[in-house]
């Protein structure tokens, strides 16, 4: 029996793992997490931005998108500020698809991005509704997933590349029907927000090409290829792990791993790692 075409969400997010952004982050309110597979938008799981889109591969179209900060506040503020109107997180994503190949493989091409300002430093809200942009340097994410379904031999081929300014965190996951989520990748953030943002640079952030095994619905089976893993050690035949304890990899890996705290507050951890080695 072939599989059949599905909706699945993927989700794309940014967050700050700490409870403040530290002194070169002015104190600004973090989202105190760790990586997660939680749905985007609920408490605790919040993110500086949350980037969220359903895509019909039956219908072949995104039949939703979503861009939006949770509320943040400021250390000289006493509440939270909501961004919303001209002053929420921009998002965008186009929808390619190719003439199925056999009548049995589909192709879906996403190529999308998200931006968005910290309209809590003063003047910048003032700025952005009168002139449409703000001095506060922009949050900005890019990224290209390529999915392949092949509804004869049942199972679903997605690449993904996520680049961006590398800070702050991201991580990346898609979520089949039936509500199996599954990591696509993760990021710990490089540098300190003044400079890293104002770059504007495009830093590779997260990569991998995975294979996922379909039930007839299109819901994932319990099993995860790594297609990099496998061309990097020059492995003859795919290796699968069960979707536990792939997600696992990437939600136990500490939030801060590798990146110098002395940049956010007055901590050498992680400062010297490379020198240890």
């Known amino acids: 029996m072939a599989i059949q075409l599905a909706n699945y969400e993927i989700n794309i997010r940014s967050f700050h ?86 009548n049995s493989i589909y192709q879906y091409q996403l190529d999308g991005q998200y931006g968005g300002v910290n309209h809590a430093m003063p003047g910048s809200p003032q700025m952005q509704e009168r002139l449409d942009f703000s001095y506060v340097p922009t949050l900005n994410v890019k990224y290209k997933i390529i999915i392949d379904i092949d509804t004869v031999s049942g199972h679903m081929d997605i690449v993904t590349y996520i680049t961006g300014d590398a800070f702050p965190n991201c991580e990346a996951f898609i979520v089949g029907p039936g509500g199996q989520s599954i990591s696509l990748g993760i990021h710990v953030r490089k540098g300190a927000p003044p400079l890293s943002l104002s770059l504007n640079a495009d830093y590779p952030m997260i990569v991998s090409a995975l294979r996922l095994p379909l039930n007839n619905n299109g819901s994932f089976k319990g099993t995860v290829g790594d297609e990099l893993f496998r061309q990097a050690n020059k492995y003859p035949k795919l290796s699968f792990h069960k979707i536990a304890d792939w997600n696992y990899r990437f939600t136990s890996i500490p939030a801060n791993s590798g990146h110098c705290m002395l940049l956010e507050k007055a901590s050498l951890e992680n400062c010297f790692n490379g020198l240890l080695k």
């Open 17 to 102: 793992p700490e409870k403040d952004f530290g002194w070169s982050g002015l104190m600004f309110e973090g989202d105190n997490r760790g990586f997660s597979l939680k749905p985007s938008g609920i408490k605790p799981t919040t993110s500086r931005i949350w980037h969220r889109l359903r895509l019909s591969t039956k219908n072949s179209k995104i039949s939703s998108i979503d861009t939006i900060s949770d509320p943040s506040k400021a250390p000289w503020e006493d509440k939270k500020r909501i961004y919303s109107g001209n002053l929420a997180p921009k998002g965008r994503v186009t929808l390619k698809e190719k003439p199925p190949t056999n």
